[in-house]
């Protein structure tokens, strides 16, 4: 955990920001209210997140005006450690969880990433967010030679083009899109 390091919401703590409900912050998103524009996140293993900057400036671009909860930005500041406040997607540094890393290393299932992350022997999380654990890119990188040390087969060797795609913001592999979720899934198809 580096002061690179930025503090970021997903839905969980974006809707504590304003006391509402996490279902609100889908509403929100929706094309029927478009109140947020899923173009301020970035999305990290098929899921929302915003910088936190955005995210606490949210409420004074809507219609009517929503406060935030500042003891909940402490908070949220305090749980995420020593960081910066972004204020856009483009200012973040390039954020992983496990899709792109079960991407970046070629690993042949989940269940050999979360054995890593269960025995302690992949790095601490970044960020811990509406229960998801995010990286930065670099602290996964910079972990590789440590787990092939302690790897029985796996090699553990980064892919650079998943690399590059991943700091340069093209990559499109698992976990770049949201998948719709719900009753209306299927019509999306």
Not at 141 to 166: G, H
Request: charged fraction near 20%; aromatic fraction near 8%.
């Amino acid at each position: 955990m580096t002061a690179s390091k930025p503090w970021l919401v997903g839905h969980q703590e974006f809707a504590a920001l304003y006391g509402v409900d996490p279902k609100m912050v889908a509403k929100w998103l929706s094309p029927s209210r478009a109140t947020l524009d899923p173009a301020t996140a970035i999305v990290v293993s098929g899921v929302r997140y915003w910088p936190m900057g955005f995210a606490c400036r949210y409420g004074n671009t809507t219609p009517r005006f929503k406060q935030i909860h500042v003891r909940v930005k402490e908070r949220l500041i305090a749980e995420q450690g020593e960081g910066w406040e972004a204020d856009s997607r483009d200012q973040l540094p390039p954020i992983v969880g496990q899709h792109e890393i079960i991407s970046l290393f070629h690993l042949p299932a989940q269940g050999n990433l979360a054995t890593a992350i269960a025995t302690g022997r992949f790095p601490e999380a970044d960020w811990l967010l509406s229960g998801s654990r995010l990286w930065l890119l670099d602290t996964v990188i910079e972990a590789a030679p440590a787990l092939r040390e302690s790897a029985r087969s796996l090699p553990w060797e980064a892919d650079e083009k998943v690399a590059e795609a991943l700091r340069a913001g093209t990559y499109d592999g698992p976990g770049s899109v949201v998948l719709t979720r719900g009753r209306h899934a299927h019509a999306g198809l």
